[in-house]
């Protein structure tokens, strides 16, 4: 997407520098920031210490950093076990992590070493390629459900749409997932404006706000307990949120807070879908609360915010007084029977073992 009239997306090959860039996200939405990504260890702190965040550029960043270490370390079975043991173990909800390891390590087992480093940088340009396409597919299947809404409105009104997180471009290579519809939506000339959750404790609806405004997208950013009171007041038309796992049956993991938004939903009849990506669906698990492992995050993030003074500073601020504990799991499951439906590349499906089945036939079971 575009960021003051020039397009990026959140990661990228320098073909003429020969290194990967990431947009940094450690200081959006307050500065924007491209980092040079190198060693095994920049990619590993990257995904672990969120320079990088959301469930499919995770992935994608896994991929570049398979392909940039095995130039650097070596491309033997060993060296490539030990990439895929630093990698795996920075982010254990995010699925698209170890799709994307699986996927190039499996490739690459039969690929000489000599091969082994070229065949892993086409593989994640694959990667990337594939995850444009997804989301770009997400929004023109969404776009439908925005535009059904939309034909029911008095003219000049909106349609209302909240959002949890940041499930936008730059929570993937491009597009987003629940921003793509959105980004359709506008394109189109569809009047819309997104209630933007903040999205404690790092406050990703910021980027979400911030990514909306500069393309021109209506938006208000909100507190995270605001939702419920606005669709008591029929002020919410839809919930769109994205997903860091989904199981084969349709539970959806996502940042901590979607399970109350799907609550509130429900409750008030306001429909709830997800833009999900077939890489974030995970085949081998079934229930959701039971079985997907929730990453508890330093409790430093609760206990500390990050901010911008009267200076034009960036400073990191303590809001607790001292000895105070700080709770910090980073996601939570929304069951199925909360979920209206599941936007995907292919199309929308009811959130149900059978419907995903019968709409990813040749991934199910994997």
């Given amino acids: 997407m575009n960021v003051n009239g020039t397009h990026y997306r959140s990661i990228w090959y320098d073909q003429q520098n020969q290194k990967v860039k990431i ?38 960043t896994a991929a570049y950093g398979v392909a940039a270490a095995l130039l650097e370390e070596g491309a033997s079975d060993k060296k490539l076990q030990k990439i895929y043991d630093t990698l795996i173990e920075t982010r254990p909800t995010a699925i698209n992590l ?57 003219d000049g009104e909106p349609v209302r749409i909240l959002t949890h997180c ?19 939506a506008f394109d189109e000339g569809i009047n819309i404006h997104v209630w933007v959750d903040e999205t404690r404790p790092r406050n990703q609806g910021a980027m979400t706000a911030w990514e909306l405004e500069s393309h021109g997208v209506s938006n208000t950013y909100i507190t995270d307990n605001a939702g419920g009171h606005l669709m008591q007041r029929g002020l919410v038309d839809m919930v ?14 996502n940042k901590i807070g979607t399970y109350l938004k799907a609550l509130a939903a429900f409750d008030n009849n ?16 079934g229930d959701g609360i039971n079985e997907i492992p929730i990453e508890e995050r330093p409790q430093r993030e609760v206990t500390h915010i990050f901010g911008r003074d009267k200076d034009d500073s960036i400073h990191e601020l303590k809001v607790t007084s001292e000895g105070i504990l700080g709770g910090n799991p980073a996601f939570d499951v929304t069951p199925n029977r909360l979920v209206t439906g599941l936007i995907t590349e292919r199309g929308v499906c009811e959130a149900s073992a059978k419907a995903l089945a019968m709409m990813f036939p040749d991934l199910a079971g994997v």
């Fill in 23 to 60: 947009i940094d996200q450690r200081w959006l939405p307050h500065e924007f920031k491209i980092t040079e990504l190198e060693s095994l260890n920049d990619f590993a702190t990257a995904i672990r210490d969120m320079w990088v965040r959301g469930a499919p550029l995770i992935g994608a």
């Fill in 98 to 154: 170890k799709w994307a390891l699986d996927r190039l390590t499996k490739s690459l087992k039969n690929v000489s070493e000599k091969e082994r480093p070229n065949k892993a940088m086409e593989l994640a340009h694959e990667v990337a390629e594939e995850d444009v396409f997804i989301n770009k597919s997400i929004g023109e299947n969404g776009l439908g459900l925005i535009r059904k809404i939309a034909e029911e409105k008095r």
């Fill in 166 to 184: 940041n499930a936008g471009w730059p929570a993937t290579v491009d597009w987003g997932t629940a921003t793509s519809p959105m980004y359709h």
């Fill in 240 to 253: 769109l949120v994205g997903t860091d796992r989904t199981t084969a049956q349709g539970d959806v993991c």
């Fill in 270 to 285: 306001v429909p709830f879908y997800v833009a999900l990506p077939s890489p974030t669906i995970d085949w081998t698990l």
